[in-house]
T-cell receptor, first 108, second 113 residues
Framework: KNEVEQSPQNLTAQEGEFITINCSYS?????LHWLQQHPGGGIVSLFM???GKKKHGRLIATINIQEKHSSLHITASHPRDSAVYIC??????????FGEGTQLTVNP | SAVISQKPSRDICQRGTSLTIQCQVD?????MFWYRQQPGQSLTLIAT?????????ESGFVIDKFPISRPNLTFSTLTVSNMSPEDSSIYLC??????????FGSGTQLSVL
């Protein structure tokens, strides 16, 4: 079992839909990161969380430390949101373990 | 924040040759990280590049195959040596700012024939 599990692996939505991507982990962490990877490989950091909830524009990230679970929500999804979303957990020594990513496609 | 310029963005190489990937950061950073992302898989840390000392390699990665240079606090190179088709991957460099936020280069898509 991977230390970081994301679901779903693939997600197709219609423009305007509310989207949720989930991340579960099995180890104690000091922080959790949500990343966005576009075709071609470049990665952008969306959020760094250690507790609670953060919001940036149409993106919301939540984390429940007790349940070892985090969610990334996208409101009013748009085709430009199409990307791979990656969850990464940070453990002792600032070591990062990455999930395998969720491929999101938003159709117009 | 940090802006990372990574090049080349992609390359197609012949088996047995070597490719050097460069990352330039617009600010001084203590550590730079090199990752590999094989097709359909998550990122795997290759090594941590420290200025003024040898890089620290993760299990499964060795200096002879992936030599790293870190001549100053804004620049690093990763060389993929004696390439084989199994080395076909995306290679990314990464840094963290003082707030621990992650920044990545744009990636190098390597195909080995």
């Amino acid at each position: 079992k991977n230390e970081v599990e994301q679901s779903p692996q693939n997600l197709t939505a219609q423009e305007g839909e509310f989207i949720t991507i989930n991340c579960s982990y099995s180890v104690g962490i000091s922080a959790l990161h949500w990343l966005q990877q576009h075709p071609g490989g470049g990665i952008v950091s969306l959020f760094m969380l250690s507790s609670g909830k953060k919001k940036h524009g149409r993106l919301i990230a939540t984390i429940n430390i007790q349940e070892k679970h985090s969610s990334l929500h996208i409101t009013a999804s748009h085709p430009r949101d199409s990307a791979v979303y990656i969850c990464a957990v940070e453990t002792s020594g600032s070591r990062l373990t990455f999930g395998e990513g969720t491929q999101l496609t938003v159709n117009p | 924040s940090a802006v990372i310029s990574q090049k080349p963005s992609r390359d197609i190489c012949q088996r047995g040759t070597s490719l050097t990937i460069q990352c330039q950061v617009d600010s001084q950073v203590t550590m730079m990280f090199w990752y590999r992302q094989q097709p359909g898989q998550s990122l795997t840390l290759i090594a941590t590049a420290n200025q003024g000392s040898e890089a620290t390699y993760e299990s499964g990665f060795v200096i002879d195959k992936f030599p790293i240079s870190r001549p100053n606090l804004t620049f690093s190179t990763l060389t993929v040596s004696n390439m084989s088709p199994e080395d076909s991957s995306i290679y990314l460099c990464s840094v963290r700012d003082r707030g621990e936020k992650l920044f990545f280069g744009s990636g190098t898509q390597l195909s080995v024939l």
